[in-house]
């Protein structure tokens, strides 16, 4: 009865796209130990390095003090504390916007979102390359799906036009996209909206902390926060936490927290989670040296890969050096790690098929010698 189990594996690894778990044992930082190795970490998000910084932690044992480890139950049971109210009054003076209302994950969040604003009869548009938990989100919600080629306006007004006049119609987005390290054209998209009467949501969760105002994200930095209608980003990223958090009016605000099933029918997250995002919030608007340090080194590393021959894409931290098949990809990116550089292979089904390849990303710790080495490195493993 279970044969299809090991026969689903040996599909896997026939295909050269057989994952296993790697173990960091220590903080999360510019270097760590991978399975008993020292290494310079390529594959973070923790792009500001704020993960391990010594005023999350405090925030953390100052909350643990304050209200204990977990919070009990749902956010509308008696699972909404203070730390709740308060984390999201902060996030909306930091986004600029009514409102905002904190989810346990990036996932739940687009799940959620999506499935709350359209329904059977409405139209979701989708650009090709967006995260896969804006494509469950879209399923989900039982709306018809019209995808559109990546960042490719033509086609998503050829869309807009086709979708039937009485039903609602939602653009989504990725502000930055996570595998292709390319920024979205939001100005360009909102201004379509606005033609066709579309909504539109975007996801920043690989642009808070590290774009915009304060580090506010893309929608921000292009002016768009009054004409966006959802903002949804991460508080485990960039910001070094865990969760995320939808921005926006108090009314969205409202309908989420009666209709969003992935807010509803989980555990709140933990005072501790919050405390430590709040306080992250905090260094980013403060602290915009990180920001600075990011963009050096992300300029350094994405000039030098290419000077080296590599095909490298992207305008964002994130550098997508492209292979192309799985098993020279993997090869690579094993050939890295025998030099002390961890760089994560990236294979479908996360991307499309001939499209494999390693996503290199910078932090706002490393140091000018660490991008020399890697580039070194990364010489060598050619």
Do not use: W
Not at 51 to 70: F, M, Q, S, T, V
Not at 73 to 82: K, P
């Amino acid at each position: 009865m279970t044969d299809f189990i090991e026969r689903g594996l040996e599909e896997i690894k026939r295909r050269n796209l057989y994952r296993q778990l790697k173990v960091v044992d220590g903080e999360q930082d510019a270097t760590i130990r991978l399975d008993g190795q020292e290494v310079l970490n390529l594959s973070s998000n923790n792009y500001l390095g704020l993960a391990n910084h010594p005023a999350l932690k405090e925030a953390a044992i100052e909350a643990l003090d304050r209200y204990g480890c977990g919070s009990g139950a749902s956010r509308l049971i008696s699972g909404n504390m203070t730390a709740h109210e308060e984390l999201e009054q902060r996030i909306a003076r930091f986004k600029g916007t009514e409102a905002a209302l904190v989810f346990n994950s990036g996932y739940q969040a687009n799940v959620g979102i999506i499935a709350t604003l359209v329904e059977k009869g409405d139209v979701v548009l989708s650009d090709e390359l967006n995260h896969a938990s804006i494509i469950d989100g879209c399923r989900l919600s039982r709306a018809a799906v019209s995808v559109y080629r990546h960042c490719d306006l033509d086609h998503l007004e050829g869309a807009l036009k086709s979708a039937p006049a009485a039903a609602r119609k939602l653009i989504v987005t990725e502000s930055i996209f996570s595998m292709d390290g390319d920024i979205a054209p939001l100005r360009e998209m909102v201004e379509l909206a606005e033609r066709h009467g579309a909504m539109v949501m975007v996801d920043e969760a690989h642009a808070t902390g590290v774009r915009g105002p304060n580090g506010a994200g893309v929608v921000a930095e292009t002016g768009l926060g009054d004409r966006v209608l959802v903002q949804m980003g991460t508080l485990g990223k960039a910001l070094g936490a865990f969760g995320a958090y939808v921005a926006g009016g108090g009314k969205l605000k409202e309908l989420l927290i009666n209709r969003a099933r992935s807010f509803i029918f989980t555990t709140s997250l933990p005072p501790v989670v919050l405390a430590m995002a709040g306080a992250a919030v905090g260094l980013v608007e403060k602290e915009p040296a990180r920001q600075c340090a990011l963009r050096r080194n992300t300029e350094q590393l994405r000039g030098g890969l290419g000077k080296l021959g590599y095909t490298v894409g992207g305008s964002t931290q994130i550098i997508p050096v492209m292979v192309g098949e799985e098993r020279p990809c993997m090869e690579l990116a094993a050939r890295l790690l025998e030099s002390g550089f961890y760089v994560q292979g990236i294979r479908p089904p996360t991307v499309p098929p001939g499209t494999s390849r390693l996503r290199v990303t910078t932090m706002a710790t490393h140091t000018t010698k660490q991008m020399e080495q890697a580039l070194d490195a990364f010489g060598h493993a050619r």
